[in-house]
């Protein structure tokens, strides 16, 4: 089996890097239900592979798979819905954007919060834990949450910008460029390739990330699998 380029498939690869927060096995495995809602086979070409995603959904669930080859349904699923992105990858030394407000760090604490935002924006699945994926940062005003970014899918070498969004009344501040400036220059500075992933219907958000220093790479494929 050719080992695959851990970026045609991020969502394995950072399975494989995080097992505390998988479900699963060898063959295949999930985040944990409170995660996310990601999944991966670990190598489409292998038939025992694909079939071992099938028990990792439950009646009545739903997955999302994403990589640069079309994913094939495993016997006992349906895909739901398909959809087409792209895969951006930072290029350049990413610079931090300016702005006067705090940016402060995000935990646990903040957990009810970041949900009731990414629920507001659906900037991509986030669930109750997914703040437990990687660092999390955001910008307070009169003590709301009113915006935040972080890190989702990590593996050697790579780490992910994800869950950019802004609450709509506090949007037209730059808060989501210098927050997405913010996080992607931290995981550059630990030596790490700073990458995201955007709809290609999304070209509002292409283009605020192509001004930052980030350059397609690939397009991905998403498929959302059920029973």
């Known amino acids: 089996m050719t080992t695959p380029n851990p970026f045609d498939r991020p969502v394995w690869a950072s399975l494989a890097h995080a097992p505390a927060l998988a479900e699963g096995g ?17 190598d489409d070409s292998d038939d025992a592979s694909v ?5 990792l ?3 009545g669930e739903t997955v999302f798979v994403l990589q640069a080859q079309p994913a094939p349904v495993p016997p006992g699923l349906q895909a739901l819905r398909r959809a087409e992105g792209v895969q951006m990858l930072a290029t350049q030394p990413i610079a931090l954007e300016p702005g006067k407000e705090d940016i402060v ?16 924006t659906e900037p991509g699945p986030f669930l109750p ?3 437990t994926m990687g660092r999390f940062i955001g910008i307070r005003v009169g003590g ?10 990590r593996f050697a070498g790579g780490t992910e910008v994800s869950g950019v969004c802004t609450h709509p009344e506090f949007r ?9 400036s913010v996080v992607a220059h931290a995981i550059q500075q630990r030596g790490d390739q700073a990458f995201l992933h955007a709809w290609t219907t999304n070209a509002a958000a292409i283009a605020l990330y192509e001004s930052l220093g980030f350059r397609i790479r690939t397009g991905v494929h998403v498929v959302v699998l059920g029973r």
Request: proline letters at 2%; hydrophobic letters at 50%; a positive charge.
């Open 26 to 42: 060898d063959l295949a495995r999930r985040y944990r239900r409170d995660v996310n809602l990601f999944a991966s086979a670990r």
């Open 172 to 180: 037209g501040h730059g808060f989501a460029r210098r927050l997405s």
């Open 144 to 153: 709301r949450l009113a915006a935040m970014a972080g890190e989702r899918m």
């Open 51 to 55: 079939a071992a995603l099938a028990p």
């Open 129 to 131: 834990r997914t703040h």
């Open 57 to 59: 959904v439950a009646e």
């Open 105 to 120: 760090e995000l935990g646990d604490a903040d957990a009810a919060e970041m949900l009731a935002l990414a629920q507001l």
